[in-house]
């Protein structure tokens, strides 16, 4: 059965038994709202680890709008039954108030690879994910931490941040979970009404043609805006960027001189939706 810890405390009184033991500790942070994606993190952290954490915390301050934290979806007791049927050992869920006492007063700012896409879109964003993850990583003590690559600039932010505090925890990322029509799983999904769940599929199917296209020699620049127009026809009301970028430091590519990134984030109704593939 799960346990479920509140406090970091008793998690660390039950982080060092386990150490004590020889035991190495897994770590999935999510912010709950389970999908298959957030489980196959959780498989992946019980394959390599010999006991797993999953933490749930909806960070309010990685939210740069108001409501959107307000209408992110909760639902700890449909999460807690998912964990255990994956064999999760705890589920660590804490308040606000344990996170964030009265009286913090410290932010964690990683500079450079948080800058463009959603930096550039969500204002101080970054700083709440680099935050919260250097506090979850502290009051974990996990050997191991488990990302989804769906989030690929976070997986960047993750890794720098580790790399520059020295924080003794190996980052590894997990492939991108899709529903059977393409689309990314995300806590979000949820918001999208039937007839914008028709369409949201759109997104991937005309970055993997315009991918493909990229690899057959086509012009990045002039292949990206067709694209874009493109999603805008699907039915979506905005993008926000749709862009190639280097694997490694996020860096803009006009050609494919080195591993590329394609990431994107559109509006579709009022949910806000992001990907990435491989180019």
């Known amino acids: 059965m799960t346990q479920v810890i509140r406090t970091s405390a008793e998690l660390r009184e039950k982080v060092a038994a386990w150490k004590r033991s020889g035991m190495l500790v897994g770590v999935v942070p999510t912010m709950g709202a389970l999908h298959d994606g957030h489980l196959s993190l959780a498989r992946a952290a019980r394959e390599q680890s010999d006991r797993v954490i999953v933490t749930i915390f909806v960070n309010p301050m990685q939210f740069n709008n108001p409501d959107d934290l307000t209408k992110y979806p909760r639902d700890e007791a449909h999460d807690l039954a998912l964990l255990e049927a994956e064999g999760v050992d705890v589920l660590f869920a ?41 506090k979850l990583f502290g009051m974990t003590q996990a050997g191991r931490a488990f990302f989804g690559e769906k989030d690929w600039q976070q997986l960047q932010v993750v890794r720098r941040l580790v790399e520059d505090l020295n924080i003794p925890i190996r980052i590894i990322g997990c492939p991108t979970i899709r529903e059977a029509d393409g689309l990314a799983m995300s806590s979000r999904n ?87 593939i491989a180019v």
Do not use: C, K, W
């Open 190 to 276: 949820v918001r999208l009404s039937a007839a914008e769940r028709a369409q949201a599929p759109a997104l991937h199917q005309i970055m993997q043609a315009a991918a493909a296209e990229i690899r057959d020699g086509a012009p990045v620049g002039e292949t990206l805006m067709n694209a874009q127009a493109a999603i805008l026809e699907a039915g979506f009301s905005a993008v926000e960027y749709l862009e190639l970028r280097s694997v490694e430091g996020l860096r803009p590519m006009a050609n494919l001189s080195e591993p590329a990134r394609m990431l994107v984030a559109a509006q579709l109704g009022d949910v806000r939706l992001i990907d990435n």
């Open 94 to 134: 804490p308040g606000v108030d344990e996170v964030y006492p009265d009286g913090f007063a410290t932010t964690v700012s990683v500079s450079g690879v948080s800058e463009p896409l959603e930096g550039a879109f969500r204002p101080g964003h970054f700083d709440g994910v680099a935050t919260v993850v250097a």
